[in-house]
């Protein structure tokens, strides 16, 4: 598959819609994602910004609508794009009775991913869990197992990174942990999408801020026209449901 160009769009995302029952929460969502760039996704509690996500990320099926990855149909190209997606979520999932070595092997052999062992080593020296690394998981706090997760992203190398509401819960050496591994995505070409409503952990980080209203994308904002006390703003009065 060919490799996009920074101008070119990773993943797009055309006519997506999502009905749960009667109600329809997502009516046409259209969206790129391009190599090199961090967005923010606002919107109103109920909005379904985590729905997006969902869809985005193969834990839910949309009702209408196609997404295009490097082109081609996702459908077409199930593994590679799985391959390409890490993403974390309010849920977070390991295996309790095993330490987190034994999770990162687990999840790790699940992807084609070269030096399995000599990645999981550097990923647990990187958040911090070196020593916490053979302790069962059902054993660690939700800090860790945060860090954990982000463990998990590291040795999978994901394309697309899809984050909703990372920062909860990380104390301020977690969160320039995760930021610096943000970072990390963008500078080897990958695209990253972001919830949150910290925005004083992710100002600096993003390339634009995305806007999720009645279930359409309004409208958009490069980073060069937003100011942190606005977007601040903004995203205290998207606290409030519709």
Do not use: W
């Amino acid at each position: 598959m060919n490799k996009p160009q920074q101008n070119q769009s990773f993943l797009s995302i055309r006519g997506i819609q999502k009905y749960f029952g009667y109600k329809q929460v997502l009516k046409s969502i259209d969206l790129d994602f391009h190599p090199q760039q961090v967005s923010l996704l606002i919107g109103k509690n109920g909005a379904g910004k985590s729905t997006l996500v969902k869809i985005l990320t193969g834990l839910m099926r949309q009702t209408g609508g196609e997404m295009l990855y490097n082109g081609a149909k996702v459908q077409d190209c199930v593994a590679d794009y799985r391959n390409a997606v890490g993403v974390i979520s309010h849920e977070i999932r390991f295996y309790g009775d095993l330490t987190g070595r034994e999770n990162l092997e687990f999840f790790g052999k699940l992807r084609p991913i070269e030096n399995l062992n000599d990645s999981i080593e550097l990923a647990l020296i990187e958040t911090g869990l070196q020593r916490a690394a053979d302790a069962p998981v059902k054993t660690y706090s939700s800090g860790m197992s945060k860090r954990l997760n982000i463990a998990r992203l590291m040795i999978s190398n994901p394309k697309l990174l899809f984050l909703d509401e990372p920062y909860s819960g990380l104390d301020f050496d977690s969160i320039e942990m995760l930021n610096d591994y943000i970072d990390s995505v963008r500078q080897k070409g990958g695209a990253v999408l972001l919830i949150s409503h910290q925005v004083d952990s992710c100002f600096d980080h993003i390339d634009r801020a995305v806007y999720l209203v009645n279930g359409i994308i309004s409208h958009q904002i490069p980073k060069s026209e937003l100011q942190r006390e606005d977007l601040q703003k903004q995203l205290q009065l998207t606290a409030n449901p519709e």
